[in-house]
């Protein structure tokens, strides 16, 4: 039981004195609880802002320190460089002075030298000179022995010899050795200069290398109509005769071919038995004795040089084929190792090219460091080594 008159009626319920004072004293106490409480979280919110102030300012003073630092040091190395630069102005003047003096040395010899190469060019023109009058002097003598090689050729033996060497000398150059034989026996006992063989016909192709002269060279010497009709009879009768001989002695059915070569040793001769004595010609050509100069001969030992290189590639025909086969089986290969070629080549560029924008980020970030940016703003996933070491193995 409360004693006293309540102070005040709440929704029926009688407030007392004391009870007044004891909510109010609970409210106070409540209200200095609180207070106490903010006032302990300001303080260590003040302090947690004080300390995060002070590392910050540290922070500040650690970058300003460093960026002093790197101003010292690139003040040192523009130092450097100023340095380097001023050395290397002066060694290049001092090699353009090098050089200049070089030159004017070299230009001085150069001039030295031309001088005395002139000087030795006309000593070797005198020389020249010189072996000039020699060879001078060596065409008169050589003139003499012409006129010496005239009266040889008059010679019908001497002449024969000629024409034999010529003939054996187109034949050699022309044929392989087992292609041809000189002075081969028949079975008439007759000789001929040389007998050609070709392939695929046993048959021989008989040459005679004695053309007769005797009558061009009455001809030629002959000064009057009687004369030249006297040397173009003999003409006739010398080659007609001689044509002959080839026919019997060298056209042996089964043995021979069915023609026969008689070989002129001069292509002016030549030209004029074709022009001047067509007669004789073809009568030559129904004995089957064909008169060929050395031009002719060449073109003859040409075709016969064709024919026995065709011989030889039918007879390896079969190997020539089995080679192209080997050829193609080669050119297949070399395009299947093309192929993986390629397919190494392209991983290999891929690679190269994983390898080249690991590299830019890795450049990217040196120069972030060197910037001091840490701020981490497009910062890139680190590349990875191992699969760049195993693509490049």
Sequence with gaps: ????????????????????????????AVLLLA???????????????AEAARERQEAIEARFAALAQSGAELNGRVAGMT?????????????????????GARLGAGLETQAQTTGENLGKLNERLAVIDAAQARLTEMTREVVSLKDILSNKQ???????GRMEAIVRDGLPAGAYDFQFTLTNRARPDCVIRLPGDARLLAVDAKFPLEGFSALRAARDDEGRKNGQARV??????????????????????????????????????????????QKAHRARVVIVSPTLMMMAINVAQAILRD???????????????????????????AAKLETHFRQAQEDLSGIGAA????????????????????????????????GAE
């Design 35 to 49: 207070a106490l409480i903010a006032m302990m979280r300001s303080g260590a919110a003040r302090r947690l802002e």
């Design 311 to 337: 011989a030889r590639m039918q007879d390896e025909a079969q190997a020539i084929q089995a080679e192209v086969g080997k050829l193609v089986n080669d050119v297949r290969l070399l395009g299947d190792r």
């Design 158 to 164: 001497a002449r024969g010899a000629f024409g034999q």
């Design 236 to 281: 006739r009768a010398d080659v007609g005769k001689h044509v002959k001989d080839i026919a019997e002695r060298y056209l042996l059915p089964g043995e021979t071919q069915d023609i026969a070569l008689m070989f002129v040793p001069s292509e002016a001769i030549y030209s004029d038995l074709v022009e001047h004595f067509d007669d004789v010609v």
């Design 1 to 28: 039981m409360i004693p006293g008159s309540p102070i005040a009626v709440i929704d029926g319920v009688p407030i007392f004195l004391p009870q007044a004072l004891g909510a109010a004293l609970a409210a106070l």
């Design 359 to 390: 590299s830019q980020r890795i450049a990217r970030r040196g120069e972030r460091i060197e910037a001091m940016d840490f701020s981490g703003e497009g910062e890139a996933e680190p590349p990875d080594l191992m699969r760049l070491a195993r």
């Design 83 to 103: 340095e380097w630069l001023g050395s290397r102005q002066t060694d290049l003047a001092r090699v353009v002075a090098d050089r200049l003096d070089s030159v």
